[in-house]
């Protein structure tokens, strides 16, 4: 079965109002702050959502979708980021360079997608195009063959999936059952010693919300440098930390280096802004790492996780994808990788609204009591009903930044 037509598409997907009352608003709208590396300068505020880049030239989230339609009509979906610089590419570079082809050789088409990528460079933006276009290859596999994406991957390694709440809201997510948890940062290292306090008090504060017996991370999201990490890290054994999580910007691989060696009561995370297997290759042959958190929207697709979890569990390290329990595509590769022994779920919701009242793709199961497991329909299990999709309107893209 050969591709039709690759294409960036809107999903118009009817919202139903919960029918749960909001509590109060949830932390990351109102008081959680995340320090991230631009808040060097003090001009750009730490609330969720305003760092530069946070709203793209679509004029929303940035979130991109690729439908991808074989011959016979049946189509798949997958989704990326950053609006409009990556949907362009996938329009006017990646597609007529797949069109055509056999849509069930999917590595071949990421060969061919990585290969045209080398002149204008594999990584930022032409990943997390690479990215959208390989989920809606899946997702479309697995239609066309009539199983789920994780019986393409060798079928379910566990009876469900085990699961970390990212939130600050942490009586709320203690609520719905989760037992382990992960919380943001406030501090840039910029900051000094007031940062490091600040950092202290935060931690401090979350352990005692979620008591000594459950799992805590910290995730600075590369707003410290590498002295600063250190100072960080020392202050925060009292507090028994899972992980200690992307401390560093991504590029500074000899930090990750340092770090490792210095920070020996703490494992390290890393990689959600790492865009490609080659980057996790050397973060691994440099044992800089405990814990690998591809994207599979920004680095590519499940494809190219799929690649970095055999490096990493070659030797011995696990495999944890940011937000992975929050897409379909993120439960799949959990559901059936044995080294990806929990997921992460960023709760974004007001306390009291229950999660099954907000889920965000028709046909994506929700967490319950801390699990999840993925729908056993063809594909990844979304939903999608044909006539809420629309092309992407790059025109349009152009007016709303004024230079159309």
Same mark, same amino acid.
């Given at each position: 079965?050969?591709?039709?037509?690759?294409?960036?598409?809107?999903?118009?997907?009817?919202?139903?109002?919960?029918?749960?009352?909001?509590?109060?608003?949830?932390?990351?709208?109102?008081?959680?702050?995340?320090?991230?590396?631009?808040?060097?300068?003090?001009?750009?505020?730490?609330?969720?959502?305003?760092?530069?880049?946070?709203?793209?030239?679509?004029?929303?989230?940035?979130?991109?979708?690729?439908?991808?339609?074989?011959?016979?009509?049946?189509?798949?979906?997958?989704?990326?980021?950053?609006?409009?610089?990556?949907?362009?590419?996938?329009?006017?570079?990646?597609?007529?360079?797949?069109?055509?082809?056999?849509?069930?050789?999917?590595?071949?088409?990421?060969?061919?997608?990585?290969?045209?990528?080398?002149?204008?460079?594999? *990584?930022?933006?032409?990943?997390?195009?690479?990215?959208?276009?390989?989920?809606?290859?899946?997702?479309?596999?697995?239609?066309?063959?009539?199983?789920?994406?994780?019986?393409?991957?060798?079928?379910?390694?566990?009876?469900?999936?085990?699961?970390?709440?990212?939130?600050?809201?942490?009586?709320?997510?203690?609520?719905?059952?989760?037992?382990?948890?992960?919380?943001?940062?406030?501090?840039?290292?910029?900051?000094?010693?007031?940062?490091?306090?600040?950092?202290?008090?935060?931690?401090?504060?979350?352990?005692?919300?979620?008591?000594?017996?459950?799992?805590?991370?910290?995730?600075?999201?590369?707003?410290?440098?590498?002295?600063?990490?250190?100072?960080?890290?020392?202050?925060?054994?009292?507090?028994?930390?899972?992980?200690?999580?992307?401390?560093?910007?991504?590029?500074?691989?000899? *930090?990750?280096?340092?770090?490792?060696?210095?920070?020996?009561?703490?494992?390290?995370?890393?990689?959600?802004?790492?865009?490609?297997?080659?980057?996790?290759?050397?973060?691994?042959?440099?044992?800089?790492?405990?814990?690998?958190?591809?994207?599979?929207?920004?680095?590519?697709?499940?494809?190219?996780?799929?690649?970095?979890?055999?490096?990493?569990?070659?030797?011995?390290?696990?495999?944890?994808?940011?937000?992975?329990?929050?897409?379909?595509?993120?439960?799949?590769?959990?559901?059936?990788?044995?080294?990806?022994?929990?997921?992460?779920?960023?709760?974004?919701?007001?306390? *009291?609204?229950?999660?099954?009242?907000?889920?965000?793709?028709?046909?994506?199961?929700?967490?319950?009591?801390?699990?999840?497991?993925?729908?056993?329909?063809?594909?990844?299990?979304?939903?999608?009903?044909?006539?809420?999709?629309?092309?992407?309107?790059?025109?349009?893209?152009?007016?709303?930044?004024?230079? *159309?």
């Amino acid at each position: 079965m050969n591709i039709k037509q690759i294409r960036v598409v809107n999903l118009d997907i009817p919202l139903t109002p919960p029918k749960s009352k909001s509590r109060r608003p949830a932390a990351n709208k109102v008081s959680a702050r995340r320090a991230l590396p631009i808040n060097y300068y003090e001009e750009f505020s730490t609330k969720f959502g305003t760092m530069p880049g946070a709203r793209s030239a679509d004029g929303g989230s940035g979130e991109v979708w690729v439908q991808v339609i074989a011959e016979d009509g049946t189509f798949g979906l997958g989704a990326c980021s950053f609006g409009e610089p990556v949907a362009a590419l996938i329009d006017f570079h990646y597609a007529p360079l797949l069109e055509g082809r056999d849509a069930l050789a999917i590595e071949f088409l990421n060969d061919l997608m990585w290969r045209s990528s080398m002149n204008f460079g594999p *990584g930022g933006v032409a990943a997390a195009a690479r990215a959208g276009v390989d989920l809606a290859l899946w997702d479309l596999k697995g239609k066309l063959l009539g199983v789920p994406v994780y019986s393409l991957l060798g079928g379910p390694c566990r009876d469900k999936i085990l699961l970390y709440a990212t939130c600050d809201d942490l009586g709320w997510s203690q609520e719905l059952g989760f037992k382990a948890f992960k919380v943001s940062n406030p501090a840039h290292y910029v900051m000094g010693l007031d940062g490091v306090n600040l950092a202290e008090e935060h931690i401090a504060k979350s352990r005692d919300a979620v008591g000594p017996d459950a799992e805590l991370m910290y995730n600075p999201v590369s707003s410290f440098n590498v002295e600063f990490a250190i100072r960080v890290a020392d202050r925060l054994r009292p507090y028994n930390l899972r992980w200690f999580e992307e401390p560093l910007i991504p590029s500074d691989l000899e *930090g990750y280096a340092e770090l490792k060696k210095a920070m020996n009561w703490v494992p390290i995370a890393t990689g959600e802004h790492h865009r490609s297997r080659h980057e996790f290759r050397q973060l691994v042959e440099q044992r800089s790492v405990d814990i690998l958190q591809p994207d599979m929207k920004w680095a590519g697709g499940l494809s190219e996780i799929m690649k970095i979890y055999t490096i990493a569990e070659a030797v011995g390290l696990i495999t944890v994808p940011h937000t992975g329990a929050g897409t379909p595509w993120g439960q799949h590769f959990a559901f059936a990788m044995p080294e990806s022994p929990i997921a992460e779920f960023w709760m974004g919701s007001d306390p *009291g609204i229950p999660l099954d009242e907000l889920c965000p793709i028709p046909g994506m199961p929700m967490p319950k009591d801390g699990y999840v497991v993925p729908s056993d329909a063809p594909g990844f299990g979304m939903e999608i009903k044909p006539d809420w999709i629309s092309p992407w309107d790059h025109a349009a893209a152009a007016r709303i930044r004024g230079i *159309g």
